[in-house]
């Protein structure tokens, strides 16, 4: 009987040390269930130790005859726990002894065994010791920007600049758990990798964090912002998400721009849009807009006419003018879809060239053969640019190109049988268009004029990282200048596509008078034009001294008064707390003097003058001048003409920091007029970072935690 305890004890034993072994194993795997696996192991084994009735028997699973199939699986290896094995190892003849890592000494380390003596011989062990201070005091070097730094990595540190490689890579969380990060690690000697829970659990810390610290700078600088706002739908989910982009020119005059929702919507009604844009500046505590800029879709008008009843009622101040000039439409998507109606009637003759470069460019033999027929200048594949259909900027690049090696295309024609061949085959049921004939080449050439105006507008109106509020009005008369004159051309095709053109561009901008006042606003603020520069737009329109001319100048003028004294008044106020909030200090050691006996003296004008009776007199005149409108002097003084260099674009913002003090009212006013945006693009920017987040591979991720890695990778 006692042999038959022994062996049934020996037998729970074994069962608990393998429960054990998968226990630990599992623990690796996860190290933040290490404490309550060992809580369960502990029970579990305590459970069938001291269960009597299962003493000395055999556990039976039901519905098991007992035999099986498969061989004895061997005593799984534990991997050890304790902290001194980073500093000795098992011998591979005999797993009971070791061998320290510093003076290569042997141990016996039984495994029924503690670790003790190994960590007793650490504090005596020499090389251990000089080890250890040399890991402590570790060895600095000087960084790029000059300051001393440890050269040592910290575990802390590797762990917070991998979440950060992730984040801004745009890379798989799982890719912490990769055999290509491991391998990494261990060939240049870093920590082990965190996992990926740990990743996401680390990620989303970082991001609150962050969150919280704008929050509190926002809430403190009361920092007026203008927005621009777009929705995406990912292609691989088929879900709709709702982009919020701020812009502001923070104390330093630097125009910045920050990524501060990215919402998961349901629909893309008004009310949806209304409440996810209130939800979000909600969120951070964001109380004062001055615009918001949008496409041109009608859901967009209707939001924003019931997000502007509804956050007017959080302050008197959150508009700018009550609203009036807050809607700003998308100048890009407005000039995108005057252009998309122009190459549609030329589509054809467009097809025609597309067909051509793509023949041309396609192998390295055709387009050697094509360069034969080049008459001057070397060709490459980036000579003949490929258009994409949604780029119609690529469209005017590709036919504007094409259009310099014409006589080679014509030769091409004449000359290669495979060319032609190309143009006979099939494509989608009908025959591929082209090769270009002079139809075409005429067709375009009426086209590239057209389009080379609305490519360098572009241009301008789509810069989101630079100021272009101010560049804006000049593109649009710039457009409609242009178009004008086409539509008197005697060519009577140029004629119809210009008419056209200004048709679409009536209909959006609804005329020139009807586009939004801060555009033209915009334009004072640039020192170099002030109203100059739009009173020559309204002159070129409208005609010199013309009714419309005066009209529209004076209008102007009116917008400019109405927004400095509402800007005056809050000035005036915010002075007046600052002031309120200041408590006098007495200096050191003074005491309150009597008051002077006033002394009346007799100003005599028969040639008797005084001196501080004249100094008074000029105080007064100085003050005169200078108590005059803020407005009126800046806009009689001359414009200033600086001597910048080719290539180098003036910077407005650093005038007006320059001159904030003897302007501070139109300072504030200019901060927040050049940091409004013309165009989307800010935001349309963003779905090209979103594509490559939410791709096939990662479509499972959770709504927040796609907009905490589109948020944090700025």
Not at 385 to 411: G, I, Q
Request: proline letters at 2%; glycine letters at 4%; aromatic letters at 10%.
């Amino acid at each position: 009987m006692e042999s038959e305890d022994c062996m049934s004890s020996y037998s729970h034993h074994s069962k608990a040390f393998t429960k054990r072994s998968k226990m630990d194993s599992s623990a690796s795997l996860n190290p933040d269930n290490n404490e309550r696996d060992k809580d369960s192991v502990f029970e579990e084994t305590h459970e069938d130790l001291t269960n009597s009735d299962s003493r000395g028997k055999r556990k039976t699973i039901p519905g098991s005859s007992g035999a099986t199939s498969q061989p004895a699986k061997g005593a799984k290896v534990l991997t050890p726990r304790s902290p001194v094995w980073e500093h000795y190892s098992r011998t591979k003849d005999n797993r009971d002894k070791c061998v320290c890592h510093h003076c290569k000494k042997t141990f016996a380390c039984p495994t029924k065994s503690g670790t003790s003596n190994l960590a007793k011989h650490l504090q005596t062990c020499k090389l251990y010791q000089a080890w250890e201070v040399g890991r402590v005091k570790h060895q600095t070097t000087i960084g790029e920007d000059g300051e001393v730094r440890d050269t040592r990595v910290t575990e802390t540190l590797f762990r917070e600049a991998t979440n950060e490689m992730l984040v801004i890579g745009e890379m798989p969380l799982s890719f912490v758990e990769s055999m290509a990060w491991k391998y990494f690690c261990n060939k240049v000697k870093l920590f082990k990798p965190h996992s990926r829970r740990t990743a996401t659990r680390d990620i989303v810390e970082m991001y609150v964090k962050r969150k919280e610290a704008l929050k509190a700078w926002f809430k403190s600088n009361k920092q007026r912002i203008s927005l621009t706002t777009d929705i995406w739908v990912a292609p691989t989910t088929g879900a709709s998400y709702m982009v919020i982009t701020l812009h502001f020119v923070d104390a330093s005059w630097k125009l910045k721009k920050l990524i501060i929702g990215f919402k998961y919507i349901t629909d893309h009604n008004g009310q949806t849009i209304s409440n996810v844009l209130l939800d979000c500046l909600a969120e951070w505590g964001i109380e004062k807009i001055f615009c918001i800029t949008v496409d041109n879709a009608t859901a967009n008008t209707s939001a924003l006419r019931k997000f502007q009843s509804s956050f007017s009622l959080l302050a008197n101040d959150a508009f700018v003018m009550d609203g009036e000039f807050m809607h700003m439409r998308c100048a890009a998507h407005i000039i995108n879809l005057i252009v998309k109606d122009g190459l549609a009637e030329v589509d054809d003759n467009v097809s025609g060239i597309h067909n051509a470069v793509g023949y041309v460019r396609s192998s390295t033999s055709r387009l050697r053969s094509f360069e034969l027929r080049v008459d001057s200048g070397k060709l490459t594949r980036g000579s003949l640019p490929l258009d994409v259909k949604t780029r119609w900027n690529s469209t005017y690049l590709m036919l504007s190109r094409a259009l310099e090696f014409r006589l080679a295309f014509d030769k091409m024609e004449a000359e290669d049988r495979l060319y032609n061949d190309y143009f006979m085959e099939f494509e989608g049921g009908a025959k591929r268009a082209g090769p270009p004939a002079m139809v075409d080449w005429r067709a375009i050439e009426r086209l590239v004029r057209f389009l080379i105006i609305f490519y360098n507008s572009t241009l301008v109106v789509s810069a989101s990282t630079s100021l272009n509020s101010y560049k804006c009005y000049g593109e649009i008369v710039t457009i409609q200048k242009n178009l004008l004159g086409l539509s008197n051309s005697l060519d009577s095709d140029l004629k119809s596509n210009a008419d056209d053109m200004l048709r679409k561009f009536d209909k959006y901008w609804s005329g020139i008078k009807n586009i939004n006042k801060m555009l033209i606003v915009a334009t004072v603020f640039d020192p170099r034009k002030k109203m100059q520069f739009a009173k020559m737009c309204f002159e070129k329109l409208y005609g010199k001294d013309s009714l419309d001319a005066k009209e529209m100048y004076q209008s102007t003028i009116d917008v400019l008064r109405e927004l400095f004294k509402e800007y005056s008044a809050r000035f005036d106020r915010t002075a007046a707390v600052q002031a309120s909030q200041t408590t006098p200090v007495a200096s050191f050691g003074s005491q309150e003097q009597p008051s002077v006996e006033r002394i009346d003296l007799i100003n005599d004008e028969m040639g008797y003058e005084r001196m501080d009776f004249m100094y008074e007199e000029l105080v007064g005149e100085i003050e005169d001048r200078e108590s005059r409108d803020e407005l009126d002097t800046y806009l009689k003084e001359s414009v200033v003409n600086p001597k910048a260099m080719v290539g180098v674009e003036y910077d407005i913002l650093s005038w007006w920091k320059f001159n904030c003090s003897k302007y501070p009212v139109l300072a504030e006013i200019a901060r927040d007029v050049l940091a409004m945006q013309v165009s989307s693009v800010a935001s349309e920017s963003a779905f090209s970072t979103s594509g490559r987040i939410i791709d096939s591979y990662r479509s499972c991720l959770t709504h927040y935690m796609i907009e905490v890695l589109m948020c944090s990778e700025q």
